[in-house]
């Protein structure tokens, strides 16, 4: 099953993914747009034998300007750990698998299929996120803790008031509760300090 993986990457990922402008590096594919760089990683199971290949896909975008507001090194080649946006394929196309199995019962043109198509619905999710901003409004749209911090300067720095209001009002409504919300709030409070914005508790 192992060697229909990686005929599977070999014969069918990768020159559909080439066509789309990725590049392969081990299991990981690459674009690079500007100042962010679009990743789809192939992830095996840890529980694999020989008679069932198990995967993940992983989907990521690294943005340089987020990695600025952390204040760290911008990297050209990042582990989808690094990728500021990340998500499972199923997260972002419901009618793909979070995991695919290759067994001697699979149909493997059907699991091709399946695939592919998610890989190009992906492919069109990106295609909509085209910048730092992209990726800290489908964060702070959640709303999610994940960026939040980040999320908070970027706003303050464009001066969107507004909209980094808005965001902590959402995660107070969500989070408020939470033993753990004063330690996000207090973060979050220097962060509007800095940028000389009254924080308003709910």
């Keep these: 099953m192992q060697q229909h993986f990686n005929d599977l990457i070999k014969q069918d990922v990768k020159p559909f993914l080439a066509k789309h402008g990725f590049a392969k590096k081990s299991l990981n594919f690459n674009k690079i747009t500007g100042n962010l760089i679009y990743m789809f990683n192939f992830q095996k199971s840890s529980g694999n034998t020989a008679d069932n290949v198990m995967f993940y896909v992983n989907c990521g975008i690294y943005s340089a300007e987020l990695a600025q507001i ?13 990728c500021h946006f990340r998500a499972r394929i199923g997260e972002i196309v419901e009618s793909v698998p979070d ?11 059907d699991l091709i299929q399946t695939l592919l198509s998610g890989l190009e619905e992906v492919i069109h999710f990106y295609d909509t996120m085209t910048s730092a901003r992209s990726i ?14 980040e999320s908070f300067h970027l706003l303050l720095q464009s001066n969107d008031v507004a909209a980094a209001r808005h ?23 220097t962060i509007f300090n800095k940028y000389e914005v009254e924080f308003e508790k709910l």
Excluded: C, M
Aim: zero cysteines; proline letters at 3%.
């Design 70 to 82: 952390q204040s760290r090194e911008i990297l050209t080649a990042p582990q989808e750990s690094e």
């Design 99 to 109: 995991r695919f199995s290759i067994t001697s019962d699979t149909n493997k043109e």
């Design 136 to 149: 800290v409004d489908y964060y702070t749209s959640g709303p999610f803790l994940h960026l939040g911090e």
């Design 167 to 189: 965001y902590l009002k959402a995660l107070q409504e969500k989070h408020g509760t939470e033993n753990r919300w004063s330690i996000f709030e207090n973060k979050y409070k």
